[in-house]
């Protein structure tokens, strides 16, 4: 990139991806949960950049921006598979977790978080925002501010998103098979 | 300041986050310490998210590397 010029070609673009197509990759798999489309969320970030860099105006650092399209990609994709998904109501949650008496075995849970297949169902029953909210958190370890500037949400409320979303998962992961949906 | 099970599980997540002041952070490790129910809700929580925090993705194929390079040839 042109020292101080604040615009990046296609050939920095794309000497960029050489240098961090691991770390790319690693946050669209975090994100997304599964090989393939983790692997299409790349390419979908590389065709995104390639038709914007001409518009990039150095606002933000080459890596900065090009994680940003990376997290719109995964961010559409989440929001375009959970069309089709009931999300577990943040009033049953509510509700549950108030109950004193409510609890659930941590042997279950452990058990069934490292079954991805069974993990990748419980993320799927979360809002899309809470899902994005906590993969970027806990599983690609962003802090909550660079989440809020990200989404553009306010810190309290990725915070917010945060906390439900942990306690979905206790609850979806934890629950009877036998439990209504 | 006792906690109730409804603010103990409020603030679990912030626990986890070590992001509680002093004061909170002792009062719920006192409910916790006597609770029946709670612990076992904290302890799911934090397996959870050890397991996310964890799991390490692999490497991209050398087919998808492949790929975007040749999309940068096209361009």
């Given amino acids: ?181 | 300041m006792s906690l109730t099970c409804g603010q103990a599980r409020v603030m679990a997540s912030d626990l986890l986050d070590d992001s509680l002041t002093e004061e909170d952070r002792i009062a719920l490790l006192a409910h916790i310490e006597t609770c029946a129910s709670c612990p076992k809700l904290y302890r799911s929580m934090a397996a959870i998210y050890q397991q996310m925090h964890t799991t390490s993705p692999a490497t991209p194929s050398q087919e998808l590397r492949r790929q975007v390079r040749q999309l940068f040839r096209n361009d």
């Fill in chain 1, 1 to 181: 990139m042109a020292e101080g010029t604040g615009v990046a070609t296609s050939a920095d673009l794309a000497s960029f991806f050489e240098g961090e197509l691991t770390r790319l990759y690693g946050l669209c798999f975090k994100m997304l949960q599964d090989t393939t489309e983790a692997e299409d969320a790349v390419q979908e970030t590389a065709m995104r950049a390639i038709r914007s860099i001409d518009r990039f105006r150095g606002e933000a650092a080459l890596p900065t921006w090009v994680f940003r399209i990376c997290v719109n990609v995964c961010r559409d994709r989440i929001q375009d598979r959970a069309r089709d998904r009931k999300a577990l109501e943040n009033a049953r949650i509510d509700a549950l977790w108030r109950d004193e008496h409510y609890s659930v075995d941590p042997s279950l849970v452990v058990t069934r978080v490292e079954d991805g297949k069974r993990l990748r169902a419980a993320l799927n029953r979360l809002s899309p925002a809470q899902r994005m909210v906590l993969l970027l958190h806990d599983a690609a370890d962003w802090p909550a501010s660079r989440i809020a500037d990200d989404l553009q949400l306010p810190l309290g409320t990725v915070k917010s998103h945060l906390r439900r979303a942990r306690m979905a998962m206790v609850t979806l992961l934890g629950q009877s098979d036998k439990e209504p949906e």
